[in-house]
Each structure stands twice: as C-alpha cells, then as structure tokens.
C-alpha cells in the first residue's frame, strides 16, 4: 500500500533556524511585551504611530458604541456603510484621485485588482521585487507575465516594445517593502503613455511617508487616466483595510468585477472611522516631519555601517548571511530591541538582513540607543 498522507505528515518540517513562528506580543506605544519582556519596536509598520493614537481610538471606540463591531455582509448585500464611503471620498480628495475603493486588506486588494484587470489575453509587466500579493495578483487572472530587473526602466521599455497585447499592465511597489526603496513613477508613468498601457503602483509604503505632506510617491500624477494606486490603511493610519484609487469609470468597472469585494464581507465600519480620524492626524502635518527627521537622524548615527541607501521609513541593514542576521536579531533581543531578520526567499539570496523600520513616535533617545546597539552586534 502507498504511504498515506494525513495532516500530521503532509508538510515536512522545516529546519528549526527557517521554521517561521507566530509569537504573540502586546503592543504599547513603540514598544511590544512578548512572555513579559518589554522590547522596543522598531519592526513596526505604524510608521506615524496613529494606531495608538488617543483621537483614533476614540473615532473607533466612539462607532462600535453606537453601532457595534462587524458589518455582517458584503459591501454588494447589506455591509456597506457611510462610514466606508466617507473613508473613500476623503481619501480620493486628498490623493487628487477622481474615485476611490476600500478592500478588506491589501493582500485583498493586490490579488483582487490584477484578476479584475487583466486575463490571459493580457500580460502584465511586473517589477521582479514586487510584493507577493501583486504576483499572487497577477497569477490569478491568467494573464501572462513578465518581470523586469529592479526598477530597471530601460530593461522595462524593451520588453514593453517586444510584446504586444490589447491590454497591457505595468505594477510595481512605490516604496519597495523589503529595500525602502522608491519606484520611479515618473519614469513609469512616462512608459505607460508611449506604450499604452496601464500602471499599477502600489504604494503601501509610501502614505504617510512619502512625496507632498505624506500624500505618497504617486501625488504628481494622481488623477492620470493611466494610472491606478493602491494603499493600505494597515500601515501608517494605523487602522486595517486597504483603498485603490483611480479614474471613476475604472472603478465602476472594478465594482462590477473585483471578486475579492463581491465575495467578502465588509470591513467593519469602525475600521473606517479609526482611519478617518488618522488621516486628519497626519493631515496636520507634525508627525510626517517627526518621521522624517527621524529617519535622518537615524541614518546620521549608522554613516558607517551597511545601510541600503533608503530616504523611507524602512531602513535595511545587510549582513550577507542567514546566519548573521539571525544573530545580530537575537543579539538586539537580549538587549531590548525588537528588529526582525529578513532571509531569502523573502530577499535574494547572500542579502540576509535586519529590517529596522522607524516611526515618528520614536524619541531620539530609542533611535540613539538602537544604533549604539546595532554598531555594537553588527561590526
Ligand atoms: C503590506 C503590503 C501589502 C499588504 O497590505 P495589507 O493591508 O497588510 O494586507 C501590499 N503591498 C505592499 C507593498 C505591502 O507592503
């Protein structure tokens, strides 16, 4: 008889050092609590500390009182709410977009938008260091794709001239996840006008972080007919869910299409009221300046270590191999930091590395005594 498979033999088990681990952990301000040690974060995408903030937590707090938690169905059946459209429009205005769409999450959004958009008759031209969610994305419609090297524009424009379809896509990161770094948009956005074609930039990172008052690395173009952002409220606002903005009849047409709206239930309204009460925090400009110059004085204090060159909230530290990424993050356990190692697959290989990402609610104070600690561990 074959050998049988069942639950408890049906995925070898990883090696211990590769094995990934779920490890509960309160959040207080900048620092977490895991099994009673208190550590400070700096593996946080709260990169404005909005998630804490008292305002949010009473916009939130104020909506589950009055109306409660979930919103029990689909936004298509019963589960749309004012609160959600408010959230849009809000949003739409300040980017500069006509229109915008909330999702349950970014994940959501990626895979949803790119099955909407395209199909196998369709290729899309995806950046080789996109987030998983956009090559999930773009799986899943079908479509056929084709990667270029890292925010190579020139390596891009020749694939574009050698392959022709009726709909053609270009998607990449705005703030790349792992690197910190930027995607050209206006090198981009240049392209998908010579070359007719559509341009996803999904910018995550950027809110809050990026371009014009925090308005992101897609802010000159916004409202450009060619071009659709996608952003997440789980990251600097601090709240969950997650927006695609574009030209209004792109988004009626998603409405109609976008299986991962159609098919799930809507986010609860407090999430929304959580992230309006965000945005008119960040609006008021102070604690985008706080991350800024937080994010120069933390690149001053580590001139002479292997930091990528990163102008954004996440600022990575190479160390070669696993092993020594491993290391170095035990070693700033044991001193009180949080800072996650970051291994291949998730980066290329021999780029292992610490993940340090910075908030505005920092004090110079954590982000000194992080560097001392990280020139200590990693010279
Ligand atoms: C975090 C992230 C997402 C996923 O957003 P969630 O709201 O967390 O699901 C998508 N794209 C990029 C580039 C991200 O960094």
Redesign the pocket.
């Known amino acids: 008889m074959p050998a049988m498979m069942d639950g408890r033999n049906w995925f070898a088990a990883p090696l211990p050092a590769r094995r990934r681990q779920l490890r509960p952990m309160r959040r207080d301000g900048v620092h977490v609590e895991i099994k009673g040690r208190r550590l400070l974060n700096f593996a946080s ?1 709260d990169y404005l500390g909005l998630a804490g903030h008292d305002r949010v937590r009473a916009a939130a707090a104020g909506q589950i009182e009055a109306e409660g938690f979930g919103s029990g169905a689909s936004r298509l059946i019963s589960g749309d709410h004012p609160l959600l459209h408010e959230l849009e429009a809000t949003l739409a205005a300040w980017k500069g977009y006509e229109v915008g769409l909330l999702l349950g ?6 895979i949803g938008l790119l099955d909407a958009l395209a199909d196998r008759h369709s290729i899309i031209f995806a950046d080789r260091r ?2 998983a ?2 090559i999930d994305g773009a799986r899943l419609s079908g479509a056929r794709v084709i990667r270029y090297r890292h925010n190579d524009l020139d390596h891009l424009a020749r694939l574009l001239a050698a392959h022709a379809a009726a709909r053609r896509i270009v998607v990449s ?5 792992m690197d910190g770094d930027c995607a050209d948009v206006a090198g981009l956005i240049g392209l998908a006008e010579q070359h007719d074609a559509l341009l996803v930039i ?1 910018d ?2 950027g809110t809050g972080v990026c371009g014009p008052d925090g308005r992101g690395l897609t802010a000159a173009f916004a409202g450009h007919a060619r071009l659709i952002e ?1 952003g ?4 600097a606002l601090g709240s ?3 927006f695609i903005l574009a030209c209004r009849p792109l988004i009626e047409g998603l409405i109609q299409r976008l299986r991962t709206l159609i098919y799930s239930t809507a986010l609860p309204p407090c999430t929304a009221a959580a992230a309006l009460a965000a945005l008119h925090e960040l609006k008021k400009g102070a604690l985008v300046a706080r991350l800024r110059a937080n994010i120069a004085f933390f690149r001053a204090q580590l001139h002479d270590l292997p930091l990528l060159p990163s102008a954004t909230a996440i600022q990575p530290l190479i160390l070669g191999e696993d092993e020594a990424a491993l290391a170095a993050a035990a070693k700033l356990e044991v001193k009180g930091f949080f800072v996650p190692a970051i291994r291949p697959p998730t980066v290329p290989a021999g780029t292992a590395r610490l993940r340090i990402t910075l908030s505005a609610a920092h004090t110079r104070e954590h982000i000194k005594a992080l560097a001392d600690a990280l020139t200590d561990c990693c010279r």
């Open positions: 995408n999450s970014g994940m959501l959004a990626n996109n987030h969610s956009l990161d705005g703030v790349f996840s999904d995550a990172h996608v997440t409220l789980g990251k969950y869910g997650a």
